[in-house]
């Protein structure tokens, strides 16, 4: 739990907000009805991709206490 409210390093900030924005995106995406089936695939792997980036970019730290 430490490591997930410790403090994050500049890079993984910035790798942490591109996961958000492409989390976004492709919901705003999946939210169309009338959308192409590959638009739709792309989305849903936008969607992966950017909740994996949120993740591991969290649980960057800039020190390892112990």
Do not use: D
């Not at 739990?1 to 996961?19: D, E, H, Q, Y």
């Not at 492409?22 to 999946?30: F, V």
């Amino acid at each position: 739990m430490k490591r997930l409210t410790a403090a994050t390093p500049p890079f993984f900030s910035k790798v942490r907000n591109i996961g958000l924005i492409l989390t976004a995106i492709s919901g705003a995406l999946m939210g169309i009805p009338a959308l192409p089936l590959i638009i739709a695939k792309v989305a849903g792997y936008l969607a992966v991709a950017g909740t994996v980036m949120t993740g591991v970019s969290q649980t960057a730290v800039s020190e390892e206490g112990g």
